[in-house]
């Protein structure tokens, strides 16, 4: 285990990490012990008690946060024709087919999200290995395998963020910036909070929420008292 800075040993222990915090008290703790030299993002982890092996006990979405993530997300279409056309006009900032498949074949890597057609699919399909990983591969859950490319693209571009449930149940996403009043992080928060809560899996058993935290890119995570939310 790598040793903790001074700077991350300092903010820790403005945390009581044996108290959940209300999630205004929360929010407003993690913005003060961040001391990244930029506008860090904040992000919000929950721990599920569900068992990621059984099919019916994966969660995976995406929601539109209501004021957006502070990030300008690039997208990456890939259509043919008039689809091609539309995405262009709906303020894609990539399109191409097969020729977008040789270029991150060969290393390009200048986008935040891919959206594709059904039938581009076969060719992005291609790409799973170096896609798959880096959590870039469109999917019909997450709305990023689509006819409706114009709804997909402006949804991404007004802060659309995608979860997934890890191998041990827990969940990452971000919802803004430290640079974020306190009253947009916490409605992002409960924006997140409501969706995670109605994708639990009827077949979960015992207690679904066994943790949430918040906290910044490089500052300690402060527990946030789930029934505030």
């Known amino acids: ?137 469109p999917n019909p859950k997450t709305g990023t395998v689509t006819m409706d490319v114009t709804k997909a693209i402006d949804e991404i571009k007004a802060g659309k963020v995608t979860y997934r449930a890890d191998k041990a149940g827990n969940i990452h996403v971000p919802i803004g910036k430290v640079s974020f009043d306190d009253a947009k992080l916490m409605e992002n928060f409960r924006t997140i909070h409501d969706v995670i809560l109605k994708a639990k899996p009827a077949t979960a058993k015992g207690q679904y929420v066994k943790n949430v935290s918040v906290t910044t890119t490089f500052g300690p995570g402060v527990k946030v008292d789930a029934s505030s939310l």
């Not at 986008?111 to 959590?135: H, N, Q, S």
């Open 1 to 137: 285990m790598a040793k903790k800075s001074k700077k991350f040993q300092d903010a820790a222990k403005k945390v009581d990490s044996t108290k959940a915090y209300s999630v205004e008290e929360a929010v407003a703790l993690a913005k003060e012990v961040d001391f990244a030299k930029f506008d860090a993002t904040v992000e919000v982890a929950y721990r599920l008690g569900i068992d990621t092996r059984k099919n019916d006990q994966q969660i995976r979405g995406a929601v539109v946060l209501p004021n957006g993530t502070g990030k300008t997300q690039r997208v990456l279409v890939f259509a043919k024709g008039e689809k091609a056309k539309e995405a262009e006009a709906a303020g894609a900032d990539y399109v191409g087919d097969a020729d977008m498949v040789q270029k991150i074949q060969g290393g390009w890597f200048e986008f935040d999200v891919v959206v594709a057609t059904p039938d581009m699919m076969g060719e992005v399909g291609r790409l799973g290995r170096v896609l798959g990983p880096k959590g870039l591969m």
